[in-house]
């Protein structure tokens, strides 16, 4: 038999349901890719409730991918404030709050109701598409982004819609999470929401302010990390001040080195800012001299690993 369009297999448990959002059937969307990319031959039928129908009808694209995506902004877009509903309240807070008048007594009862019904709608994955049995289209979810119990269709998408809700800068927004990385999301949101006016100047010194706070966690992490594995107890006065290529070693700096195992140029690289950090607070001067010994003295032991094992003054500390 041909005809001149594909139906989609519907499991059981999914008669009469919307394909994109769970909502009762309404109509089928003929799904045309364009462009057609993919040499589609057909149309595939989607079964839609009514508003999916229509945003469906609205789109041209080139995957069925796409197709879910737009049509879930859409629900996002139209529903934003139902949504909303979920972030400004809890259930429990929503039934005791003390509203007063007709319009807020329903919204009291109702609200959480209708953010339910909106999160469940945007959350929805629909099932598998198989045309006769066999499965016809890998309709991906690996962009879909989560954030508070609610998938957006990318990361890309969240943060518009979290920007907006937040009344945060978009770009600024952007530029946090690519500080703090996308996992962070309610941290980046709370940083942003606490930054102090959005100007460029104001948002250029936040961001500084940030990127300082996260390379110190980061040297903290790195330390502790360290001190738990290689921290010794070595005294100053054991370690031999030496001169090497007229450069002072200082017995300072090979301390702080070796008493948190420290021992070779790839490491010390690696806490260049803990380091700065520490001898910085004398002067940028001694930290910068006392590093630049280091990585000397260092780099000569890498080198020459016979003068390390019978020459070094200090070799004996090294382990
Ligand atoms: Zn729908």
Not at 190 to 204: D, H, I, L, N, Q
Not at 275 to 285: P, R
Request: with cysteine; aromatic share 14%.
């Amino acid at each position: 038999m041909t005809s001149s369009y594909h139906n989609i297999d519907v499991p059981f448990d999914y008669r009469h349901t919307c394909w994109f959002c769970g909502e009762p059937y309404f109509d089928s969307h003929a799904f045309m890719a364009v462009p057609n990319y993919d040499n589609q031959t057909l149309p595939i039928m989607l079964p839609c409730c009514q508003e999916c129908f229509s945003f469906a009808n609205g789109l041209k694209v080139s995957s069925l991918d796409l197709l879910r995506d737009k049509v879930k902004q859409q629900l996002h877009k139209k529903y934003h404030k139902h949504l909303q509903i979920g972030v400004n309240w809890t259930k429990e807070e929503l039934e005791s709050s003390e509203m007063d008048g007709k319009a807020l007594e329903g919204f009291r009862i109702s609200g959480w109701k209708m953010f339910e019904i909106a999160k469940d709608r945007v959350n929805y994955s629909g099932w598998p598409i198989y045309i006769d049995g066999l499965p016809c289209y890998d309709v991906t979810t690996t962009f879909q982004f989560e954030y508070d119990g609610i998938i957006y269709t990318s990361l890309n998408h969240a943060v518009t819609q979290l920007a907006a809700l937040y009344a945060i800068p978009q770009p600024y927004l952007e530029q946090v999470i690519e500080l703090v990385g996308r996992e962070k999301m309610t941290y980046a949101l709370r940083f942003c929401k606490t930054t102090y006016g959005y100007s460029p100047a104001e948002r250029e010194s936040s961001l500084a302010s940030l990127r300082a706070l996260l390379a110190e966690e980061q040297a903290n992490a790195l330390a502790s990390q360290h001190s738990t594995t290689a921290q010794r107890d070595i005294a100053l006065a054991d370690i031999k001040e030496l001169m090497l290529y007229r450069t002072m070693i200082s017995p300072h700096a090979i301390h702080w080195a070796l008493s948190r195992g420290i021992q070779t140029l790839a490491e010390l690289a690696e806490y260049e800012e803990v380091f700065f950090e520490h001898f910085g607070k004398e002067s940028e001067l001694t930290a910068f001299t006392y590093f630049n010994g280091l990585q000397i003295y260092f780099e000569k032991r890498e080198l020459e690993p016979l003068w390390a094992q019978n020459d070094d003054p200090n070799r004996a500390l090294f382990q």
